[in-house]
């Protein structure tokens, strides 16, 4: 399995912005995503990337606020949040996928996640 690492997160008020990354251990052509938990709630898909950039995928709470992109060359996944709402607030996991998907089971590789905070 891939190691990955994320960075970026922490505390932001409601309308600000944060950058994710999600670096690999090693080279990934996967595609990789993002999921994120929030308290006493289960894992939420958010977004996901093909393995070229080509094709991105995002949940429905997150559409026109979060961005998902990838510099293969550094073995890296980004993930742009803007517009951020205390809904948001949550632990961010980035993952690898074996197969195109939402589902948790789609993923055989998950960061130990970075924690986002958006005050209101």
């Known amino acids: 399995q891939v190691q990955l690492v994320e960075s970026g997160g922490g505390l932001v008020q409601a309308g600000g912005s944060l950058r994710l990354s999600c670096v690999a251990s090693?080279?990934?052509?996967?595609?990789m995503g993002w999921f994120r938990q929030a308290p006493g709630k289960e894992r939420e898909f958010v977004a996901s990337i093909n393995w070229n950039g080509g094709t991105t995928y995002y949940a429905d709470s997150v559409k026109g606020r979060f961005t998902i992109s990838r510099d293969n060359a550094k073995n890296t996944v980004y993930l742009q949040m803007n517009s951020l709402k205390p809904e948001d607030t949550a632990v961010y996991y980035c993952?690898?996928?074996?197969?195109?998907?939402?589902?948790?089971?789609?993923?055989?590789?998950w960061g130990r996640g970075t924690q986002v905070t958006v005050s209101s």
């Open positions: 090693g080279r990934t052509f996967n595609t």
């Open positions: 993952v690898r996928a074996t197969s195109w998907g939402t589902s948790p089971t789609n993923f055989d590789s």
